[in-house]
């Protein structure tokens, strides 16, 4: 026997001390902090949080006129040696998640102790001058960035601090920071996207009143002063104001041309007893008309052409979301079209708003969104959600506004809006003028362009509601085309497998109770393929090829049919269906398509707004009553939801008008359209239940 030497088993327990390397700081500065100008407004959110009411960001330019310097100078409370030496000094420090507000109140906009390195992605070193209120002294730090290098580490770095006498200057803060063209070569667009960023960081909900940010740059005069947004973002056509509280109630003012038009108390936007799950949040939505019309106002307020006027709105245009009064980066931005507003009014033109017509904001705070979180990046929020909830709640909001404005604009013999270029091409607006410039008004040239341009007019308007029902109809015709295509060979090669399956089965002579399990799974399988056999069976009168095609077949099954094709949201919403038919077939000749397209569009309708005004899986009730009448038959279709209100019920059968917030609004514009030549639909308002009440009267062209 003898004692082993291995190391294994001769193992040391020890304890050591993590020593970050110096280069941790460049990596905060350089990696975590996105760019140069989130950099710029970390220092200045910094200089908010030190209860600051002004701050000044100055470019010092060298003999090239070329940015070598910049100076960041606040006069907030300042520093002592002791802040100094535990607050900037140490990095990650735990000082304001001690204290989530200033000693004034502010909620401070920085928690994590990392801002202050957004100097290390600005420059190669930062000198800083500190004082405190009624203070003879300050203190001085210098900060070189080139010491942190890869070879060292942290706690090697030695700073230089002095307390020294400061006579004449205020309390607050400046950080001079050098050698900012060795980190970045500064060019107009640079400074243009800087002052854009610093004029929206500021809520304009008015919260913060008391701090002002002043921008210099020498080399861009246009670019200095008092950094604001362009006076004509704040004269909006139409504006929407107020808040939604965690109810789910909407209360707020909308304005037209400044003054207000309209109020929302208690206005209901939720389902029944949905939240807001994101929490209770304001808002404020200025919107414009970017036709010529709706912008020469502000094109003669500001002496600017309409190209200018554009260009302005397109620079501010958009929503974004504010925190504790201030922006969170980058809602908001250009090109940031994060709730997808474009694809939203691409669907819908004349109803829905796109991006570059809105600049909209939304507040929150920690304190009644803490669901909403700040990515590690301090670039946007985490995409809980909660955070998709408030996409959902805002664009409700947003489509109370659009709604508004389409009930105020001109439809019938106003041009028509050249939203895409496929139409632009026929505005003859521009010719109109040059000639009743050049000509006069009663010059017979005038006259005729005048009246050639209403023609146009006219015919734009009629070739895009055709346009609209086209696409939609052909779409719908070749997505179900291809359904009924790609459905039919899986059904028959799925139902050949399992009979083979079966037979093989039967051949082997296996355990009976195996084979009884197996046979009880096969005729499940089978009878949940009879369905989708069935499905397919009823949406093949709607494919493309037949939907304008005449032929015979019953009235109730038709209705039925289309009933069964809502029943699993039906039975979802636990809706109770009451379903009253003529006791004999009603046999008609007709295309079906139609029938089904317009029975379809209402059961759709219910279904949605049943859920809305109960809540998700609540209830409710559809009533269908089918009459045969002389030369046809009418559909009464209603429902117990909140029903229309009545301003709004001749409305709903205009083209893109929608009440659901993301609603294409063509369904009953289309029923309208496609109904005409054989009867109406029309919204009655003396039913038996409280919502709707719609009758469906197919009077001609029915075989009837």
């Given at each position: 026997?003898?004692?082993s030497?291995?190391?294994d ?10 020593r ?12 975590l902090?996105s ?10 959110k910094?200089a908010?949080?030190?209860?600051a009411?002004e ?5 010092e ?5 070329v ?6 100078s ?9 802040n ?7 990095p ?6 001690k204290?989530?507000?200033s000693?004034?109140?502010?909620l401070y ?12 992605r600005l ?21 070189e960035?080139?010491?942190f ?12 601090y ?6 004449n200057?205020?309390h607050?803060?400046?950080l ?18 800087l ?18 940010i002043?921008?210099?740059v ?9 950094v ?9 056509k ?8 965690s109810?789910?109630?909407?209360n707020?003012d ?6 207000i038009n309209?109020?929302?108390t ?5 389902k ?17 008309d970017?036709?010529?019309?709706g ?13 200018g ?13 504010y ?14 079209d994060?709730?997808?507003?474009d694809?939203?009014?691409r669907?819908?033109?004349t ?10 904001s939304i ?41 508004e ?5 001109p ?5 028509p ?6 139409f ?23 006259k005729l362009?005048?009246?050639?341009d209403?023609?146009i007019?006219?015919g ?12 939609l109809?052909a779409?719908?015709?070749?997505l179900?085309d ?25 051949k082997?002579?296996i ?10 799974s096969?005729?499940?399988?089978l ?9 397919r ?23 039925l ?16 269906v ?13 295309p ?15 279904i949605?707004?049943l ?20 030369h ?18 001749e409305?709903?059968?205009?083209q ?7 609603g ?5 514009f ?7 030549p ?14 709707v ?12």
């Amino acid at each position: 026997m003898h004692e082993s030497n291995n190391v294994d088993e001769q193992r040391e327990q020890d304890t050591i001390r993590m020593r970050p390397r110096a280069r941790l700081i460049s990596l905060i500065g350089e990696e975590l902090i996105s760019d140069e100008r989130v950099g710029v407004v970390e220092l200045v959110k910094n200089a908010y949080d030190a209860d600051a009411t002004e701050v000044n960001v100055v470019f010092e330019v060298n003999d090239a006129f070329v940015p070598n310097r910049l100076i960041v100078s606040d006069n907030g409370h300042g520093m002592n040696i002791e802040n100094v030496i535990k607050g900037w000094f140490e990095p990650g420090t735990i000082t304001k998640k001690k204290n989530s507000r200033s000693p004034s109140g502010r909620l401070y906009q920085g928690a994590k102790g990392v801002g202050r390195f957004a100097a290390a992605r600005l420059g190669i070193a930062m000198f800083m001058e500190t004082k405190t209120v009624d203070a003879s002294h300050g203190v001085t730090a210098l900060l070189e960035w080139g010491n942190f290098d890869d070879d060292s580490y942290l706690d090697q770095i030695e700073m230089t601090y002095e307390k020294t006498a400061m006579p004449n200057r205020g309390h607050g803060t400046v950080l001079t920071i050098e050698g900012v063209n060795e980190k970045k070569i500064w060019e107009e667009d640079d400074f243009k996207n800087l002052q854009y960023r610093l004029s929206r960081l500021i809520s304009p909900f008015d919260e913060i009143g008391d701090f002002k940010i002043n921008l210099v740059v020498p080399s861009f005069p246009d670019l200095s002063g008092h950094v604001e947004s362009h006076p004509l973002t704040k004269k909006p056509k139409y504006t929407l104001k107020g808040q939604i509280c965690s109810r789910g109630y909407l209360n707020a003012d909308f304005h037209l041309d400044g003054m207000i038009n309209k109020n929302y108390t208690n206005h209901k936007l939720s389902k029944s007893g949905e939240i807001v799950g994101c929490g209770a949040f304001e808002f404020e939505i200025r919107a414009w008309d970017r036709d010529r019309d709706g912008l020469s106002p502000l094109m003669l307020e500001y002496d600017m052409n309409l190209s200018g006027v554009r260009k302005t709105l397109d620079v501010f245009c958009g929503v974004s979301i504010y925190r504790d009064g201030f922006r969170v980066h980058p809602y908001g931005e250009v090109g940031d079209d994060w709730l997808s507003l474009d694809n939203r009014s691409r669907q819908n033109p004349t109803t829905r708003l796109a991006k570059n017509q809105v600049i909209a904001s939304i507040r929150t705070s920690r304190e009644t969104n803490p669901e909403l979180k700040d990515r590690t990046t301090r670039e946007g929020l985490v995409h809980t959600a909660e955070f998709e909830q408030l996409k959902e709640w805002f664009e409700r909001v947003l489509s109370v506004l659009e709604n508004e404005r389409y009930s105020l604009r001109p439809r019938e013999d106003a041009r028509p809006e050249y939203t895409t270029t496929l139409f632009e091409a026929f505005d003859m607006s521009d010719v109109v003028k040059e000639a009743t410039s050049q000509l006069g008004v009663s010059h017979p040239v005038t006259k005729l362009v005048k009246v050639k341009d209403a023609d146009i007019r006219e015919g734009v308007k009629k070739l895009q509601a055709h346009y609209s029902r086209v696409l939609l109809a052909a779409g719908l015709g070749q997505l179900v085309d291809l359904v009924i295509h790609e459905i039919g060979a899986p059904l028959g090669r799925i139902n050949r497998e399992i009979i083979f399956i079966r037979k093989t089965i039967e051949k082997l002579k296996i355990d009976h109770e195996i084979s009884e399990t197996l046979t009880k799974s096969f005729t499940s399988t089978l009878g949940w393929l009879e369905q989708i056999g069935n499905l397919r069976a009823r949406l093949d009168p709607k494919t493309a090829g037949k939907r304008g095609r005449a032929t015979s077949f019953d009235v109730t099954e038709e209705v039925l049919g289309n009933l069964n094709l809502y029943e699993n949201l039906i039975r979802k919403q636990n809706l109770k269906v009451e379903f009253t038919r003529p006791n004999n077939p009603l046999i008609v000749h007709m295309p079906q398509s139609i029938l089904g397209q317009i029975v379809a569009n209402l059961i759709d309708n219910s279904i949605y707004w049943l859920t809305r005004h109960y809540g998700d899986g609540n209830g409710g009730l559809i009533r269908i009553n089918i009459v045969k009448v002389e030369h046809g038959f009418t559909i009464e279709f209603s429902d117990n939801g909140a029903g229309i209100p009545e301003h709004d019920r001749e409305k709903i059968f205009e083209q893109y008008y929608s009440l659901k917030p993301n609603g294409m609004g063509l369904g009953l514009f289309i029923a309208r359209q496609v109904i005409e030549p054989y009867g109406k639909i029309i919204y009655r308002d003396d039913g038996d239940l409280p919502g709707v009440l719609f009758e469906v009267s197919f009077l001609q062209n029915v075989g009837l």
